[in-house]
């Protein structure tokens, strides 16, 4: 089903939360862990315009479609940021500003080395290379749309489900532009279907490796997709990708969810035996 992205242009805006009643927390505070899971997604909404600069350097460009969603796309996810954000200052977290410059400032090298990376790659493979972009985003947004499933019927909090579901409502719309470009540009070309194979078997991560710590990343894994819940959700991810044209059996949710709980597992019972 093609993408209307007309219609998307139209209903983009910022995520309105200044109705929710931020003050609840002070009387109904969240937990550690889901704490931790928000300070997570905070940092990753807010990379997302980092995201967007190395797109940028590929054929991506180019391409007045994606252009144009992209832009909205990135509007959208800042004020994702920003209402978590708010949750975070809430609770007397740092949040906003002073952490997005602590997060890209520990980043050093590698943050200029990605863009670099991408100009290099994408050059070499050319305009195939979108379809890359375009089904790593698609896995990408099926697994944040999950982790803020998890966390909503984790931390069983009013005001945070409410926020939750109004975020994933705009991120349903992110996956549908990425998932339908994504199938439309593996149908056209078995190159296409090679690269992104490749790329996503060799390369894909869960969302926010190598932007936070690993340890971060274990936990969030473990904490909302540790459960036979989250390994239901994991399952249908990668069913969801075996549906896209050429990358059937990556098995890339299961194998990530995996591997993470056992690193975070590992880590727990060191720290508990230290």
């Not at 100009?119 to 972009?133: E, F, M």
């Not at 994933?168 to 078995?190: C, N, P, T, V």
């Not at 340890?215 to 540790?226: P, Q, R, S, V, Y």
């Not at 990358?247 to 194998?255: I, N, T």
């Amino acid at each position: 089903m093609k993408f209307d992205l007309t219609a998307y242009k139209q209903r983009t805006a910022r995520l309105e939360f200044a109705d929710l009643d931020f003050g609840a927390f002070a009387t109904q505070p969240l937990d550690a862990d889901t704490l931790r899971c928000l300070r997570y997604m905070h940092d990753i909404e807010f990379h997302t315009v980092c995201y967007l600069r190395d797109l940028l350097l590929t054929p991506a460009h180019r391409d007045p479609d994606v252009t144009t969603f992209l832009t909205f796309w990135s509007f959208e996810e800042l004020w994702h940021g920003e209402a978590i954000a708010a949750v975070l200052d809430a609770h007397g977290e740092l949040s906003g500003q002073p952490r997005v410059l602590a997060v890209r400032k520990r980043l050093g090298w590698r943050d200029r080395v990605g863009p670099i990376s991408h100009s290099l790659s994408s050059a070499a493979v050319g305009a195939d290379y979108i379809a890359v972009h375009m089904t790593w985003g698609a896995v990408n947004e099926w697994c944040t749309q999950g982790g803020y499933a998890q966390l909503s019927a984790k931390a069983q909090h009013p005001v945070l489900t409410e926020l939750l579901q109004r975020i994933m409502k705009q991120e349903g719309r992110h996956i549908d532009f990425y998932s339908s470009e994504a199938a439309k540009r593996l149908a056209a070309s078995r190159k296409a279907q090679r690269i992104t194979r490749f790329a996503l078997r060799k390369f894909w991560k869960p969302v926010g490796s190598g932007v936070v710590p690993l340890a971060e990343t274990a936990f969030l894994i473990d904490h909302l997709f540790g459960d036979d819940d989250g390994l239901a959700i994991a399952e249908r991810i990668d069913r969801r990708v075996d549906r896209l044209p050429g990358l059937e059996g990556l098995h890339l949710c299961v194998q990530a969810r995996e591997e993470m709980v056992q690193v975070n597992r590992r880590s727990a019972a060191h720290l508990v035996n230290s």
